[in-house]
Structures are given as C-alpha cells and as structure tokens.
C-alpha cells in the first residue's frame, strides 16, 4: 500500500454472524452493514477466541489467548505489559482512539489508546470473578432469563444512553481530527454495547420488524443430545428457572434484531461523518463483534459456549482502494486483528513483535491470497469445571475439555451441529488427531491449576476492597473545559475560522 491508511474499527457486542444478511440471514434489516460488505470483504467463517466479552476483548486487542495473557474471565485483570493493536500501532506514528466498551478489568484503562472518550459500561473491578470450586452455586450477579421473559419494547434503557453518547463522542471526535493539524493517520475503536441482552429496543427499531417477519430457532432443546457443559450453562443462567413462552422467544429475538437495526443505524451515523470530513477515501473501516448469541438455539441464550451461534462472529473490512471485495471462508479469528493492522501500519511489514502471537496476518487473505484457515478458542470462566478448548480447521470443530466428552462437527455436512461425531469410529483418527494437537498446544492440567488459583486471589481482594474505603478503577473521561469551544485567549476569528470545516476559502469536500 502507497500510503498509511486511517483505520475505524466498529464494534458490536454479542453480535452473532448469522443474524446479518453478508452471512446469509435474510431477516435484519441493516443497510449500512450490508453495504460494508457488497463492497468490502467478508469473512464467513470467522470467530471469536473466547465466547465471553472480557476475554475474547483482551484477545482482540492483544492477538494472544487468555491462557497466555491470565484474562480468562469478565473479572480477571488484562495487564499493562501485555502489547495490544494499540501499542503497535502508537509505536508507528498512529493516533490512538477508543470510544465505548471494551472491559478492561483493573487499574489500566488505557492499554496503549492515547485518547479514551467516555467510560465503560462494565466495572473495571474483579466482583464478577468466577468461582470454580463451587460450580453447584450460582452466582447472584449473573445471567438470568429476564432478560427473555421481559423481552419486548420500551422507552430508554442504560445501553441507548451509552451507546448515544458512544457514537456522538466518535463522531465529534472524527471532525476534530479534520479539522486539526495533527497530520498522523488515526486508529479509532468505536465499541458498542448493542445488541447485548437485556432484549429490548424502542421505536423506531422495534417496529422495524414484524413477528410475522422473523425467523425462530432452526435446533430447538429437545432435537439433539444436551451435552455436560449445555447442561451447566442452563443451571448457570436459571434457564430452566422460568418458563419461557414461544411468544417471549419471538419478543427477544425481535428486540433482538432491532438492536442489531440500532447498531446499523450508528454505523451509518459514523460512515456518514468518514464521508462529510473527506476521509472515507482514505480510511479502512472494520465491522466487527467480540462474540455472538445463541438467541434460543438448543434451548440457549447468551452466549458461554463454541457451538456456531455463540462463537461466530462478523469481521467485514471495507477498503475498496485496497483490498478487492469478496468473501473470504477459510477460518479465521479476532486473535489475527493485531498482526493485522500492526502490518498495515507498517506498510505490509511486519513487526518485530514484542510477545509470541497466537494469530496470523490476515493481509495475504485481504489480498486474495492463501488463507492460513485456522482458530483457536478457549473457555476458562463460568459454567466450565475444568478449561474448554476449540480447534476450527478445514470443515472440521473440534471441542475438548477433560471435565467433557468431545465434540467434533463436520460444519459443512452439518451447519447446525446437530451430529457429534466425537464417538464415531469412523472419525477416530480424526479425534485422535485433535487430541494429539490440544495435548501439544495446552498443559491443561498446568492451565486449570493457573485459573483456580488466579480465581482464589481475586476473589480474596475484591472482599478486601470492598471493606472500608473504596477507590475505583473506572475510566474517568476527563475534559478541559478551558480549551473547549470559544475563550478569549485567542483571537475570535481564528477560533471560528478553526472549528469551521471545511475552513472560510478551502475547495470543498
């Protein structure tokens, strides 16, 4: 590439791939999304690394898996000293935004962004730490299925006004850098908390759909063997707590996908800015979630487990001066975002990286050239009694945990997974082959003991903490009101002159 490209990366939360009409569903109605993929490429066999929000961010962001970074759930700390995209990209001349969502857990809330535009949604302390040697108790913080059984309409809730104020801090922020001097391309993360449960979404979104126009779960609980960690989830999430009504199915999946309309709707707000600042041309813009949602799937909600819904998630990058637009399939994951945008920071070279990474470039697929077609996933937080670990290769899911049976899904014969072949002797040498790959890839004996322990430690200081006096680790935007807006320490006519784009004489954009 001739130049450094401005990268905008769009981030969804709890997003499932197939819920999108560039993955074949031809239910949501998102216009915006579409068009980042009729003239971007689309990744269709994409995943997240870790089926939980904090863990598959520190992934994300950092290009390793938890069992290498100590981020294994939505409580545990992703350290100062783990290099994220951030870093790398700082390093090579980059200005480094976030806005909105990304679950850091302790005291960094920065982690290589120069510029962090509001606060997080999500605490920053360890209370939501997991458990393990109580897996009978269910905690009191977690899932449960209201936000099923009161799925429907409403009026406003927390996530409108985060992901509002989200968006309009990221748009603002685009003309500031329109309109600055400041020459350096930019990286911006724009994460977003919808359509994350709890299922509800006003007007105009809810009424975008129609029940009669949705579609309801293909595998419904009872069509296919529940499997041990399914079982657990149930129990974690009191899914068999409540009752759940077909009609409160279809509400959640409503609200659902008018969440996802929602989202559509800020991206069109953002590409609309890239377009009016003159910048489109030379930014590459990446769609994107961190994990998906069963949305009823085998009796299922949330997410917490590698089965497609859950783990599948969207990755569209829209640069059509660059990368031709076309449909990637090889497997691919979020673990592959940081030598990503670290080699096209520097021009298509690499790095020297500063930590082993667990993903690969996705620059010779972006391309049209080999794709490396590989994911690895791992699942250390709640609902699991010992570390879950996935292999995504060819056709073939490989699931293994010493707590559980194997799982094995040929995706191209069974899209759905309706068929474990695990026990087939027919794919014997296929199992065995996956479980010679997990044994040379993970100590998970070694692994489990880490997780118990790290569990231990934060479970004793967030008790401590919360005696007496508490300071919080949350992200505390700060803005100097002395530089905003009009003051008199400059002369009227420049101040407007500054903040007007395109400036008084300049060509238009």
């Known amino acids: 590439m001739a130049r450094r490209p401005n990268i905008l990366i769009l981030m969804a939360d709890q997003m499932a791939a197939g819920v999108l009409p560039a993955y074949g569903n031809r239910v949501a109605l998102t216009p915006n999304i579409d068009a980042l993929g009729e003239h971007g490429v689309?990744?269709?066999?994409?995943?997240?690394?870790?089926?939980l929000c904090a863990p598959s961010r520190s992934v994300f962001m950092s290009g390793r898996l938890p069992s290498a970074t100590g981020a294994y759930d939505n409580a545990a700390e992703f350290t100062s000293q783990v290099p994220t995209f951030a870093h790398y990209l700082r390093h090579a001349g980059y200005r480094t935004i976030l806005t909105g969502k990304m679950h850091f857990c302790g005291p960094d809330q920065l982690h290589g962004f120069e510029e962090r535009l509001t606060t997080d949604i999500y605490p920053a302390d360890y209370g939501w730490t997991p458990d393990w040697r109580h897996p009978d108790v269910r905690p009191d913080w977690y899932h449960n299925m209201d936000g099923v059984t009161l799925a429907g309409p409403c009026v406003r809730t927390n996530q409108l006004d985060f992901d509002e104020e989200v968006v309009f801090s990221a748009r603002r922020r685009l003309f500031d850098i329109a309109r600055d001097a400041d020459e350096r391309p930019f990286l911006m993360v724009v994460s977003m908390s919808h359509p994350h449960d709890p299922f509800t979404i006003p007007d105009p979104w809810w009424s975008r759909y129609t029940d009669a126009a949705l579609d309801m779960p293909l595998v419904r609980r009872g069509d296919v063997p529940e499997d041990p960690h399914s079982l657990r989830l149930r129990r974690i999430c009191a899914m068999d707590a409540q009752e759940v009504p077909e009609a409160q199915v279809r509400a959640a999946r409503r609200a659902y996908y008018g969440a996802c309309s929602f989202v559509d709707d800020q991206v069109g707000v953002l590409l609309a800015a890239?377009?009016?600042?003159g910048m489109e041309g030379e930014t590459i813009v990446i769609l994107l979630a961190d994990h998906g949602e069963m949305l009823g799937e085998r009796g299922l909600w949330y997410k917490m487990s590698f089965f497609e819904a859950a783990c599948r998630v969207p990755l569209i990058m829209?640069?059509?001066?660059?990368?031709?637009?076309?449909?990637?399939?090889?497997?691919?994951?979020l673990a592959d975002i940081l030598p990503t945008l670290a080699e096209i920071a520097g021009n298509g070279l690499a790095p020297d990286y500063a930590t082993p990474l667990d993903g690969r470039s996705l620059l010779p697929q972006l391309s049209g050239g080999t794709a490396h077609g590989e994911?690895?996933?791992e699942y250390l937080a709640e609902g699991a009694l010992a570390p879950?670990?996935?292999?995504?290769?060819?056709?073939?899911?490989?699931?293994h945990s010493d707590a559980d049976p194997d799982q094995l899904f040929d995706l191209q014969a069974d899209p759905d997974e309706r068929r474990n072949l695990a026990a087939d002797p027919q794919q014997a040498s296929v199992v065995a082959g996956f479980r010679a790959e997990v044994t040379q890839r993970w100590d998970l004996a070694r692994l489990h003991q880490d997780v118990l322990a790290s569990q231990r430690r934060r479970l004793f200081v967030a008790g401590a903490l919360?005696?007496?006096?508490?300071?919080s680790w949350d992200h505390q935007p700060v803005r100097d009101a002395s530089r905003l807006y009009i003051r008199n320490?400059?002369?009227l006519d420049d101040l407007e002159a500054t903040a007007r784009f395109p400036r008084p004489g300049a060509a238009s954009v």
């Open 274 to 277: 890239l377009r009016s600042s």
């Open 318 to 333: 829209h640069a059509p001066g660059i990368f031709p637009a076309g449909r990637r399939d090889a497997p691919v994951s």
């Open 489 to 491: 320490d400059a002369r």
């Open 466 to 471: 919360r005696q007496g006096a508490q300071a």
């Open 388 to 399: 879950i670990v996935m292999l995504r290769r060819g056709t073939h899911k490989f699931v």
């Open 375 to 377: 994911a690895l996933g």
């Open 42 to 51: 689309v990744f269709g066999a994409a995943y997240c690394n870790s089926p």
